[in-house]
Structure formats: structure tokens, C-alpha cells
């Protein structure tokens, strides 16, 4: 069993910065792939960023340049450093984990992330 638990949301106004962090305890397997995903409210849930066991990161188009994923391996965590939020970032962000040739995902909880115009 796999546990994630996000940590870091919380209310910012635009142009500011937070960090996400998430944890990852239980039978994890490598390599695999940690990231983030959001949720707007009304809208699917998408990619924001991700990064695998030994490989480059990638970014959504519209966080590329704001936001910077990091992992460290040893620890199973990942992190989401995001600058220059903006209103539309706004939404519950999911942390997740993918075993490198699985089918399966795992998910965190959600973090709430709210930013104030």
C-alpha cells in the first residue's frame, strides 16, 4: 500500500509563491514517476508537473517558466515551487505517484490552493 500526503496550500494573492510538498510511505516501487496534477472548481483534473526516478522534468504549458518540480529519490518526496500564481491557478492540487509500467496510480488527498486577485 502507497500513501501520499500533500502539504503547502493555502491562500496567496497573485504574483505571490508557495510550495507544495508531498510524501510518499508504504511499498514504493522504482523507477517511477512522481507529480501534480490540479483541479479547478468545474473543470477536469489535469497535469501540471512531473518527474521520473532518473529523468527531466515536464511542465504543462501554462506552468512552464512560473513552476519547478524536484524530487528527492532516497525520500520518495516531491516538491512544486510555484511563482507568479495566478487566479487561475486556483484549484485542489493532487499529488501522485505512477510505478514505471503500471497501469495504476496513486493519489494524495488534495492540497487546497487559492489565489486572490
Known amino acids: 500500500q502507497v500513501r501520499l500526503v500533500e502539504s503547502g496550500g493555502g491562500l496567496v494573492q497573485a504574483g505571490g509563491s508557495l510550495r507544495l510538498s508531498c510524501a510518499g510511505s508504504?511499498?514504493?516501487?522504482?523507477?517511477?514517476?512522481m507529480g501534480w496534477y490540479r483541479q479547478a472548481p468545474g473543470k477536469q483534473r489535469e497535469l501540471v508537473a512531473e518527474v521520473g526516478s532518473g529523468g527531466a522534468p515536464t511542465y504543462a504549458d501554462s506552468m512552464k517558466g512560473r513552476f519547478t518540480i524536484s524530487r528527492d529519490n532516497s525520500k520518495d518526496r516531491v516538491w512544486l515551487q510555484m511563482n507568479s500564481l495566478k487566479s487561475e491557478d486556483t484549484g485542489v492540487y493532487y499529488c501522485?505517484?505512477?510505478?514505471?509500467?503500471?497501469?495504476?496510480?496513486?493519489w494524495g488527498q488534495g492540497t487546497q490552493v487559492t489565489v486572490s486577485s
Open positions: 501522485f505517484l505512477r510505478p514505471v509500467g503500471a497501469l495504476s496510480m496513486y
Open positions: 508504504g511499498t514504493i516501487f522504482s523507477p517511477n514517476v
